[in-house]
Structures are given as structure tokens and as C-alpha cells.
């Protein structure tokens, strides 16, 4: 299994509808969890952190399944700037290893 | 206004000569980051600083080398010895300590071509 996994996509999503998409990851021992937005040739930016009990912000809400060793985005009523591809970033070893997901590339359609 | 700037752009440089990149924040971040991202893949660290005069390696080190010499400045060498170069290098700085220590945030990055 690799260390952090993403669906590469692109997922097609209508505007106004909702979308959801996960990142896996193989570590158990994981800390912290975050997920970033890169638009085409620019910088990551960051979205939002994955708390243990979720969190919301907005249209966006990231779950944290320690379980099943994965955490989620949810993006309700997408609208066309949610066009971009979504990196998860996975952080363990006491945070000397940080992995990033290749990302999740979605576009919301007119 | 604060932020991570990196310069230049767009690099273009001949096989063979080392390059150094430049990496400044003005965040007042203690850590500090070096990233390279090629077409299709993720992100991968090359060095990571969390104090001034120290830094650790990344998973992709070789052919890099890096200095800390103040807070704000965290500059990049790419080596002659760095087999495939070409690619887009990205600096990143947090706060050090707490759950807040890896939200990182990004410079606007080096596109490196290397012929």
C-alpha cells in the first residue's frame, strides 16, 4: 500500500453540486492531517486542517476516519473557483516525515 | 504584508553549473521548507529547517544542499550532482511547536529548466 493515496480523477462535477473525495494513508501512527488546493502551475494553498472530530468551514467539512486509515473532503454547492486539484498532506514520525498525496484534480462544470 | 517570496520565476540554466534559489518569509515562521514538485506527482521534500543553523534532510536530498543563516531566509542550491533538476521548487514556512506547526504555507515557486 502506498504511504498516502489519491484518486488522480478528474472527477467532473456540474456546478451546484456536492462532491467528495478521500485520501488514504498507511501509517496508523499518522498525527496530523491537512488538505490544500493547487490551481494549474501555482503554489499549494492551504484549506483547511483535519481535526480527530471534523471540521467545517463553510461549504468545505473534512472528516478524519482513523479506523479505515483515511480522511475525506466534502464540498457542498460547488461553484466554478472549486476547479483545482486537491493535495492531502499526511504528517507522522513525530512530524519528520510529511507525505503529500499526488492530489485529486476536479473540475466543476457550467 | 507578510508572505513567502521566491525568486526568480522562471530559471534557465546550463547542465553542469550549480543554481541557487531563493526563499524569504516575512511570517516570522521558525520553520522553513523545500519542496520540488514534477508533472503528475506529489510534492516531495528536499530540506527542512526548523531553527536557524539547522536543517535536516529530506527524502530527496542528494544534489541539494541548503543554509540557515537568518530566520528569514532559507535559500536552495541545486548541485551539479542532481541527476534531473528540471522541475518546480516550492518553499514553505510554519510555526515550530503544536498542532499548528505543519499548516504550511507556500511561496509562489521556481519553475528550474535545466538543458
Known amino acids: 500500500r502506498k504511504e498516502v493515496e489519491q484518486d488522480p480523477g478528474p472527477f467532473n462535477v456540474p456546478e451546484g453540486a456536492t462532491v467528495a473525495f478521500n485520501c488514504t494513508y498507511s501509517n496508523s501512527a499518522s498525527q496530523s492531517f491537512f488538505w490544500y488546493r493547487q490551481d494549474c502551475r501555482k503554489e499549494p494553498k492551504l484549506l483547511m486542517s483535519?481535526?480527530?472530530s471534523g471540521n467545517e468551514d463553510g461549504r468545505f467539512t473534512a472528516q478524519l476516519n482513523r479506523a479505515s486509515q483515511y480522511i475525506s473532503l466534502l464540498i457542498r454547492d460547488s461553484k466554478l473557483s472549486d476547479s483545482a486539484t486537491y493535495l492531502c498532506?499526511?504528517?507522522?514520525?513525530?512530524?519528520?516525515?510529511?507525505?503529500f498525496g499526488k492530489g485529486t484534480r476536479l473540475h466543476i462544470l457550467p | 504584508d507578510g508572505g513567502i517570496t521566491q525568486s526568480p520565476k522562471y530559471l534557465f540554466r546550463k547542465e553542469g553549473q550549480n543554481v541557487t534559489l531563493s526563499c524569504e518569509q516575512n511570517l516570522n515562521h521558525d520553520a522553513m521548507y523545500w519542496y520540488r514538485q514534477d508533472p503528475g506527482q506529489g510534492l516531495r521534500l528536499i530540506y527542512y529547517s526548523q531553527i536557524v543553523n539547522d536543517f535536516q534532510k529530506g527524502d530527496i536530498a542528494e544534489g541539494y544542499s541548503v543554509s540557515r543563516e537568518k530566520k528569514e531566509s532559507f535559500p536552495l542550491t541545486v548541485t551539479s550532482a542532481q541527476k534531473n533538476p528540471t522541475a518546480f521548487y516550492l518553499c514553505?514556512?510554519?510555526?515550530?511547536?503544536?498542532?499548528?506547526?505543519?499548516?504550511?504555507?507556500f511561496g509562489p515557486g521556481t519553475r528550474l529548466t535545466v538543458t
Open positions: 483535519v481535526y480527530s
Open positions: 514553505a514556512s510554519s510555526i515550530a511547536g503544536g498542532a499548528l506547526s505543519y499548516e504550511q504555507y
Open positions: 498532506v499526511v504528517i507522522s514520525g513525530g512530524g519528520d516525515k510529511i507525505i
